[in-house]
């Protein structure tokens, strides 16, 4: 979506230090006849523009000290609206320089502000039909001179700053070097590549300085037609203090969403001071991700123009960026639009892959669009590749000995998170500084500092993976904070005495909270304050349930027993929380939470997909080349879409096959699911590949499908062409295969069903994207774990204008619930929540792990005789394993876990369990016999105990055998759908036999 734009007054302020901060405006270019008229001063330049003298008809030059003017005849013209499409999409230099009132300009700074402008597609809702960005380094440049970088003194003396654009005023900015290479290379570019300019045509162009007339322009608008304010420095002091600014993020394995809040003390007027976390596309920087953006993440080098001859300058540090990935909706586009298929130049979640820690066996690569070859650059550019090495470790944790940044990028995917959470940092930091973010939620002149961090995490993600997900989020904040100059590069990090020595003070980061609690509190708080005007005790007393006995001591009509349900890209959740007065009465009445029971499965949204696609994507596609000739069109298939195993040329490419073709045609059939009429027994989609999809895959992709079609084809056929292969769907098969369990969501939503069934609940939240379906609301409504009108569907459910991602008084997507939820447990522990009292703390995750052993091969099941610990707590300090326990083992095992007693209850992978040693192998391939036994590490009597790690292993003579025999490594992916180490989004293995 297009920036909101802001009506800046006639000056703004920036903070000083806050990053890269940007401007944004919209206009309809107006063209003039007699305007782009120019000459040159020398022979050499630079390039001036002419004025046109309305009343003598002629083109004048501007007198010197206020003298008459000169009457020149032009040599050369270029209209505005040529010169804005050579220029469109480009950062070039902006001369925004020192002044004194009224227009006299100083010297510099020349290196910290850049223009682009881009034209829309169409024009925007006040019918502009152009975006300009103005991008500015608020960085005070401390060992720089002040002709290139704003600096210290600037602040210290309050000197304004703004743009320069007649002749007179820019002409020093021009005459430079480095100035002017920069926009003849521009212009080159375009005119060779875009244009076909014969040489002979390009020669000429430069000697009449072409590209500095298309630059001024540029500027004669913008001083003409735009109103661009003056800008000063200000950074917090003794009269205006920083505000703190609390971060929540949740980030999904699918879709990710935030939520800034602001604390000003007692200015505070509850959920006003709010925000939704903004990430703007750096490619197209006139775009915003919606709140609700895409987890996945491509590498990308931020560039603000043309760095060469930024350094040329003298400056090596302009508009640092403190991340090399992208997310969101540029993220997509990158995938989308990938040539290169050298390596992989991103995943589709980091979150996916926390546990991953293997260097990765390939060099990951910039993704690009535009590039000139199809060999990518390596994802390696400053500032981080000086601040981590070659597996994405940060320097700081490392010995002083080894640390090397980086040489080959072989980064670890669980690493993938830290760059993810980089990106997210700089956009959040950039964001809370905006000066449009200032304006909006006032206090405009403060500066605004980080003070929390706040993480949901799903009912899900085991304790291991938590910690590893803190130690992510712990390193991007080092990261950041080291690459924005803000803590000494080669200093430790780890200690609060460290963090100590930051010019910007380093926040808390907290991830208590679970998200499907979280999406409890919306409908808790939209209920309290919205329907019952703040009388929770009537709002209990309504919905509790009659048939349910109260618990001993609590007076009927007083406590709230609620469930929730939500189905994301990656995880279901489930959480059954009781909710209890206490003895107050109306407004002053107080809420205390107590989790009953919380489980997560790893099945969900994106499994539901690859099941459309395997259902009916695929078997269109069979049916359609056996039609054409194909002999084994099943063969066919699974060379190009099966699991091969390989990492390789053609690995990649059916890694984009799965991104570009069917991973679209499956979301368009769950979107015509969606909205389809569920009392129309035969609604369906009938439709070709081509009709579904909106971007057609690129030429790569199409070869690689095309050629295998050929060559598998009898000679003489005609084309094939998979843009017209039919698909013809009818929803009332899919729901009654979703009933029947069919579909791999069917057997979580069973047992989570179950498990609330058994605990008698007031209502049932439901939310998450699939749960929009019909075929899903249907299997619901079937297990009925409450009465039917005790379902809440939180997709419909209205909500008032205090949320912030409504759409239209609705939720919209349900996603963004346990983020806004862990917003209101934020507000509710600092009792910033007018009416509504609620014991947030007591809402804290715990481990669902309680029995472990080995899963069975075909699905996630651990039978009773597989398990080999029970009844585990890890959340219990100075647990141990029963130490005269110990396990047979006859291969290479997948160890997994479930929460109840009872061998129906779906598991969930955590460790692969494999043998490293041939000669080990070899002997029990033959008669031998391996036990193991395990333990657990980090408990003791003040701490509870973070991981199992192998304790010991012997073969059945009683032979000891070697630690590095045996591997006992965290893999909560291993699944026959996902070939054990990629997911199928991104291995592309969309194809079973």
Known sequence: MLVNLCDYKQSVTLIANSGVQFLDFGLTPQES???????????????????????????????????????VKPESTQTLHYSLDVLDGIWLPLPFLRFNPPRTFIDGPDNWARIQVRKLSEPDSAGNTHRITLAFDSQLAKNMPAALAPCENDLLNGTRFALAWRDEEVADFLDQTWIDGWLRESFLQYASQVENRSEQAIQQALRSFEYQAHWLNLLTL????????????????????????????????????????????????????????????LSEPQYLNDPLFTSRVEFSEARFGKQHFSVESGRDDAFVWPSIVRVGDEARALAMQRVGTEGSSGISSPRRYLWDETPALQDWRFSQIHGKTQREPLATAFPLMNLMNDDGQPLFRLPHEERLPVFSPQYSRSTLMTHMLCEILAQALGQINSVATRLRLGFPASPRQLRTLILTLPSAMPKQEREIFRQRMFEALALVWKAMGWHPQDEDFTTPKQREKSVVPVPEIQMEWDEASCGQLVWLYNEAISHYAGRTESFFNALARPDRQPEPGVVPGRALRVASIDIGGGTTDMAIVHYQLDDGVGANVKITPHLLFREGFKVAGDDLLLDIIQRCVLPSLQTALQRAGVTDAAALLATLFGDSGRIDTQAILRQQTALQLFMPLGHAVLSAWEQSDINDPFAGLHATFGDLLIRRPTSNVMNYIQQAIDHALPSGSPTFDIFNVPLQIQFSQLQEALLAGQFTLTTPLHAVCEAISHYHCDILLVTGRPTCLPGVQELIRHLQPVPVNRIVWMDKYQVHEWYPFSQQGRIGNPKSTA????????????????????????????????????????VNTLRDENIWYHEIDLDKPGATLDARLHFPLRGNVTLGFRQLANSRWPATPLYCLSINSAELAKTIAGDGVLNVRLKLRGSSKDSAPESFILSDAWLQDGTPVAADALTLKLNTLADRRHSGSHYWIDSGSVYLK
């Open 819 to 858: 983020a806004v939820g862990a917003m209101l447990c934020s507000l509710a522990l600092d009792l910033r929540l007018p009416r509504f009292n609620f014991k947030a703390a007591d809402i804290g995750a715990y481990s669902t792990v309680r029995y472990l052993g080995v899963l069975d091969n075909t």
């Open 33 to 71: 006849a007699h305007y782009g008229r120019f000459v040159r001063k020398t022979a050499n330049g630079p390039l001036l523009r002419l004025d046109f003298d309305p009343t003598s008809g002629r083109y004048t030059l501007p007198g010197r000290a206020g003298g008459q003017p000169e009457v």
């Open 222 to 281: 913008l001083g003409e037609q735009l109103t661009v304010p003056e800008v000063k420095f200000v950074t917090h002091t003794l009269s205006t203090p920083a505000i703190p600014v609390d971060l929540i993020l949740d980030v999904g394995n699918t879709h990710t969403c935030g939520v800034l809040i602001e604390d000003h003390g007692d200015a505070n007027d509850g959920l006003r001071q709010t925000a939704e976390l903004q990430v703007r596309s």
